[in-house]
């Protein structure tokens, strides 16, 4: 007695499943890229309040007034520490590590796939808290 295969199909994905808590390799690879896109706007933003303080060093500016010695400092050690930790190593690392190195060894996916998608997340956590810690005075 043959038994036939039984073809059902899921439910299709929703965006959150399938691009914000994915397991795919790729689309972790392209969240990481998008997280050094983000890092490295941020880094330009802090780059550019610190040259405008050499170019005009009295200049007040919107929203932060004006940038006292320990400010400047806060914004180059900010300026540093995002650019090492959350471009130069987040893109090529997490970005095309997950992206490409599974096609180049010709596996399916990464060999823990949850593990890969909480290991941006925490990074994400980590870039948030940098950026949080800009704010807190003391």
Known sequence: MATSATIHSHAPQGF???YIFS??????????????????FVG????????IHMIWPNA????MGEIKPETYLSLLTMHGTIMVFFVLTTAPQGG?????????IGAPDMAFPVLNMLSFW????GFIVILAAFFVTG
């Open 16 to 18: 959150i499943r399938k």
């Open 23 to 40: 397991l795919d390799h790729k689309v972790i690879g392209i969240q990481y890229f998008f997280l050094a896109l983000t890092a490295v």
């Open 44 to 51: 330009m933003f802090l780059s550019l309040l610190m040259r």
């Open 60 to 63: 007040t500016i919107p929203l």
């Open 96 to 104: 095309f590590g997950n992206y490409f190195l599974p096609i180049q």
């Open 122 to 125: 925490t990074t994400f956590v």
